[in-house]
């Protein structure tokens, strides 16, 4: 579980930093869109498993004196990240679909295209894929400030919940 | 996993000083800082001068003005279909599935080489062919050829330099001679090129025009030896000199007229040669013409069949980066490739969400 989830962050970091710089540039453009697509298409993979992980398995619990309004904050922040991570590379596929274009991800290795040629519908799941990437980029560094806060200023354990080595209990 | 509960006692002997806080608030403030930083300067928000494909094209909308729906360059165009018949000499080369004997269904689309989709058809204007080869199990092969012999500039920098010394002067309609003589004078290359540009006898029509690559590209065969190539199609409709200026060429259309009238007597076909590189042969500059008698290898033949305008046609649906590559063919290092690719994916993102203007090419004119 807790591998999954550090794994997954740093290719999701690795994500959008890739897709922040491809498009604004000429020289990389085609090296980092090679490496986008596949990269997007292993993260609705794991996230995938990591959701059927997560229904099957025993998170280790809030304190108990953990405020309400933080535990919503908690549980919305999860269903949103966990949201996104599947919405943003089906929103992917779909729009190279609708472009029409063959979906590569390495070699002669295709994708089928989900939706029909649509220009307009093109336009539109482009522009929601910026979108939801940059509500991600946001989503992402108000969990990380929120851990760091938690750590370092709060000094209440609560990384200890997810953190990757064995932790003794106090 | 250890189910880690922290309880309350240990929450309070952990709770730090007041000027310990402070310091650890600035310290996850600075590291969330750092990490928003660097997002925003990969993504170019530091640099607002570097040239990206938006400001690439941006500059395209600024020359010519934003035509709604239109490719912003070759956005004056008809849709054409037909096939390629592979005679499987270039499988030796390329284990692309295109090189195997038989044929392969192709979507195409003939323009002219000008920002405006209304421009009058002239001799000189760059005229473009777009292709799709439509392979099996999903692969398609698409590539975007000129009938120049080699191309003006070396990388995309020298394009928007081009571009924005040639934009008409709006006092006199034409470029401003001093941003054109200091562009050539930092530019010999582009001299170079518009020398071998001249020594090519344009031809009469798109249908005898011979369209070229441009860019090298590598072909890939079974054992992983990567040859560089650059390729054309030559047409076999026979060659004929521009014509004397007459009354044919006062019509806005003269060209596209041209060819649906040849379109509609009978099939056009071209050969699609590839030239095989040789070490030393530069596949990083376009400018650059490869030596004579480099090995050609006639790999298949191109039959045009079907002409319609663009309004009907589904070519104006199609984005025809030559970067869209089957296994077995790969890009060169020539830095105008992924250039193109990236500035052709910003026209159609931004032409994809608009309005579809009218065609200059109309289906009325394609059916006559």
């Known amino acids: 579980m807790r591998f999954l989830h550090w794994l997954m962050a740093a290719l999701v970091l690795t994500m959008l930093c890739i897709g922040v710089a491809m498009v604004a540039s000429l020289g990389d453009y085609h090296s980092l869109v090679s490496i986008h697509r596949p990269l997007g298409i292993l993260i609705l993979l794991l996230v995938v498993i990591r959701f059927v992980n997560r229904l099957r398995s025993k998170v280790p619990p809030l304190p108990p004196d953990f405020p309400s309004k933080e535990r919503f904050v908690a549980a919305a922040s999860e269903v949103l990240l966990y949201s996104l991570l599947f919405v943003i590379p089906l929103v992917g596929w779909a729009m190279l679909s609708a472009a029409g274009y063959p979906i590569v991800l390495f070699g002669s290795v295709h994708l089928f295209p989900i939706l029909p040629h649509n220009l307009m519908l093109y336009a539109f799941l482009r522009k929601t894929h910026t979108v939801l990437a940059y509500l991600l980029f946001f989503a992402f560094v108000a969990h990380f400030s929120a851990v760091l806060f938690h750590t370092w200023v709060g000094r209440d354990g609560l990384f200890d919940r997810m953190a990757p080595w064995r932790v003794r209990a106090r | 996993m250890p189910n880690y509960v922290s309880t309350s006692r240990e929450r309070e002997v952990a709770k730090p000083s007041a000027d310990g806080t402070l310091v650890r608030v600035g310290a996850v403030g600075i590291v969330v800082l750092a990490v928003v930083g660097i997002f925003l300067y990969l993504g170019g928000w530091f640099s607002p001068h570097k040239l990206t494909p938006a400001r690439f094209t941006d500059a395209f909308q600024e020359i010519n003005g934003t035509h709604s729906g239109f490719r912003r360059n070759h956005g004056k165009g008809v849709d054409v279909t037909g096939y390629f018949e592979s005679n499987g000499q270039g499988a030796r080369l390329s284990k692309a599935v295109v090189f195997t004997v038989g044929r392969v269904p192709v979507i195409g689309r003939f323009s002219v080489g000008s920002g405006q989709p209304y421009v009058a058809d002239a001799p000189d204007t760059a005229r473009g062919l777009g292709l799709l080869f439509r392979l099996p199990d999903g692969e398609g092969w698409r590539m975007a050829m000129v009938n120049l012999p080699v191309f003006v500039v070396t990388g995309p920098q020298g394009f928007y330099d081009l571009m924005m010394a040639s934009r008409p002067d709006p006092a006199t309609g034409k470029p401003d001679p001093a941003k054109m003589a200091a562009f050539f004078g930092s530019h010999p290359e582009t001299v170079q090129a518009f020398t071998v540009i001249k020594s090519h006898p344009v031809s009469s029509g798109f249908d005898n025009s011979t369209f070229n690559s441009l860019n090298a590209f590598r072909f890939i065969d079974n054992n992983g030896n990567s040859t560089p190539v650059r390729w054309s199609l030559v047409p076999l409709q026979p060659f004929a000199p521009v014509a004397a200026a007459g009354a044919d060429q006062a019509d806005k259309n003269y060209l596209f007229d041209a060819l649906i009238a040849s379109m509609h007597q009978h099939p056009l076909q071209w050969r699609l040669l590839v030239t ?91 059916q006559k």
């Open chain 2, 276 to 366: 095989v590189g040789q070490p030393g042969d530069p596949t990083d500059n376009a400018t650059i013409p490869w030596p004579e008698g480099r090995e050609q290898v006639d790999v298949g033949t191109l039959t045009l069949d079907h002409i319609e305008s663009d309004d009907t046609g589904v070519a104006r649906e199609i984005n025809f980066d030559p970067l869209i590559l089957p296994a077995g063919i790969s890009p060169s290092d020539d830095p105008l490739l992924s250039a193109r690719s990236a500035v052709y994916s910003q026209s159609f993102t931004r032409r994809a969400g608009e309005t579809k203007e009218p065609s200059a090419v109309t289906p009325s004119e394609v």
